[in-house]
């Protein structure tokens, strides 16, 4: 099962940088909890501040439920400093589900 996502960074260049960097070297503990998690491809593309995630999934897994390992909770507290909701996101939605329009 595929899934997109989009969510906005700050609009900020070093803090995109550092985004950027931190997942150049995602921890391992994440990855782990991931995999772990039924999640078999995982995706992340920017567009200026606007970040787009596309998800396979063998059980329909997200990346931000449930209850997280320590360490994916610290990852994600991290990354949560770059990061801000879309304007019509829920208030503790994080990455927003896209509607597939299209399909060739």
């Known amino acids: 099962m595929k899934t997109c996502f989009c969510l906005d960074l700050k609009d900020d260049p070093v803090l ?3 985004y950027e960097a931190h997942h150049r ?3 391992p503990e994440v990855v782990a909890h991931l995999r ?3 999640i078999t491809a995982c995706e992340i593309y920017r567009a200026g501040n606007r970040l787009f995630m ?3 999934s063998s059980t329909g897994a997200a990346t931000d439920s449930g209850q997280l390992p320590a360490r994916v909770a610290e990852w994600e507290a991290l990354m949560e400093t770059y990061q801000q909701r ?3 996101a829920a208030p503790n939605q994080k990455w927003f589900p896209l509607d ?3 399909q060739l």
């Open 16 to 18: 995109i940088a550092e």
């Open 25 to 27: 070297a995602v921890w």
């Open 36 to 38: 772990s998690s039924g």
């Open 54 to 56: 596309i998800l396979e």
């Open 86 to 88: 879309l304007p019509f």
């Open 100 to 102: 597939q329009i299209f």
